[in-house]
Every structure is written in structure tokens, then in C-alpha cells.
């Protein structure tokens, strides 16, 4: 059975005209130290016949801890990940400046083995980076997403 996922990849223009996408740095102990192929788009699970797009906004409220933006969104395509995860990945333009406020989070046995369980955030971090950056931050499945984005804003005119 393929697990499926949804996000919402926002993207602006800063005032050099440099593309910037808005990424989020996983949380937890294990990503903890970790810069380099550790961030995400915001995203999460979706179950059977539930709605896609529905769940990517869910799911980016729950990751960044207010609303998306209220604009319009384009389906970028679905993205198979090394875990065989599927990702069906919304993009739109932020009109509006966006700010991380503070994800939901998972309990983790931490230490491993010692019986102890903590919460830790989903997210811990969310900014924008240049599009060359952001390639480098993203974990190596996701980054055919970015490929995808350049290549939907140059045929888009966006």
C-alpha cells in the first residue's frame, strides 16, 4: 500500500527578482543537527478518498501554526519518494509575507530504548531561501520538486 502525502509549496520573487521558496526544517532529535538535505514542504498523510488539496492545507496549518494564504494554488504534480511515499504538491505565489509560528508535534521514546517519551515539534523552523539554496536544504526526494516549480513558472509566465 502506497502512504500518500500532501503539501503546499509557496514561492515569491524578492526585490532582485530572485525566486525564494518558503521550506520548513524537520523537528525531532533526529534532524536536530542536521541542515544539509533536512528541510521539507510543509506536508503530512492523507487517508483514501480524502481530499488532497483539503489535506495540503491542513496539513500546512498544522506545520506552520496559521493559515495558508488565501490564494490561488496549482497542482505542481505528484513526486515518488525514495520510501515510496507519494507527495501531491500544491504551488502557489505569497503575495504576503508568511511567518512560522509553531508546528503540532509527535511523542518520541528519547533515548532510544530508555523508556522515556518526549514531544518534540513536527517543524521547528520554517523560512525562505533563494531557489538554489532551498534545492540543497530540501531532502534529496523532494528535489525534483523544485525542478518541476522552475520549469511550471517559466511555461506559466509566473
Known amino acids: 500500500m502506497t502512504v500518500t502525502s500532501a ?6 520573487f524578492d526585490d532582485a527578482g530572485v525566486l525564494q521558496l ?8 533526529f534532524w536536530a543537527r ?17 481530499d488532497p488539496f483539503a489535506a495540503a492545507l491542513r496539513e500546512y496549518e498544522e506545520e506552520i501554526g496559521a493559515p495558508p494564504p488565501d490564494v490561488e494554488y496549482h497542482l505542481l504534480g505528484q513526486f515518488k519518494q525514495p520510501s ?12 504576503d509575507d508568511v511567518t512560522f509560528v509553531g508546528s503540532n508535534t509527535f511523542e518520541l521514546e528519547w533515548p532510544p530504548r530508555s523508556g522515556k517519551f518526549q ?11 533563494p531557489v ?6 530540501l531532502v534529496k526526494g523532494q528535489r525534483p520538486i ?6 511550471y513558472l517559466l511555461t506559466s509566465g509566473g
Do not use: N
Not at 119 to 129: S, T
Open 7 to 12: 503539501g503546499v509549496l509557496l514561492y515569491r
Open 22 to 29: 518558503w521550506i520548513v526544517h524537520m523537528g525531532g532529535p
Open 34 to 50: 542536521k541542515d544539509e538535505a533536512a528541510w521539507s514542504i510543509p506536508k503530512g498523510i492523507y487517508v483514501e478518498g480524502e
Open 84 to 95: 515510496r511515499k507519494l507527495i501531491t504538491v500544491y504551488l502557489a505565489e505569497a503575495k
Open 119 to 129: 514531544q518534540f515539534p513536527e517543524v521547528d523552523d520554517a523560512r525562505w531561501f
Open 132 to 137: 538554489s539554496v532551498a534545492e540543497t536544504k
Open 146 to 151: 523544485v525542478l518541476r516549480t522552475r520549469e
